[in-house]
């Protein structure tokens, strides 16, 4: 009796664990795409090849696997046109590379026996992709400033 006393408080304990990973993660997940929303918010409308509202579709599971690929192309076309209208230089061709390769490990992390490395190499691609598009968004924000002062 006493053994199971401790299986069901480990049982808790893990679910409170669980459960407090679930909400990181979905903060974690919503501050980004506040990052990516607001970075297309910069973008004039007729150079924005994905809406800012479009980025959070991402939210919804299953779908976002393939839909993080169709973000991640749009916002790099979408900086393009507008980098170009700016007449601002190319940014390494706007993190593409580095946020393919994020959703292409993301995606691939659900294998098994090698799931959890891709797992810690597509967060580390998640957090450069991540900082170089607010980096992106910032810049926007300063070319936006030169015109307004």
Partial sequence: MIVRYYNMMDNEAFIIILLIAIIIGLIVVVLFLTTLSNCLKQVHP????????QVW????????????FYTVIKIRDSLDLEYRARSLSNRDNFAFGVGIA???LSVASILP????????????????????????????LKDNEKYVS
């Fill in 102 to 104: 994020w959703c292409s």
């Fill in 57 to 68: 579709l991402n939210l919804i599971p299953i779908f976002a696997m393939g839909w993080q």
């Fill in 46 to 53: 007729n150079h924005r090849k994905i809406t800012p509202g």
């Fill in 113 to 140: 026996y090698i799931g959890t490395v891709l797992s810690v190499a597509s967060l580390v691609l998640f957090i450069i992709y991540w900082v170089k598009v607010a980096a992106m968004k910032n810049e926007l």
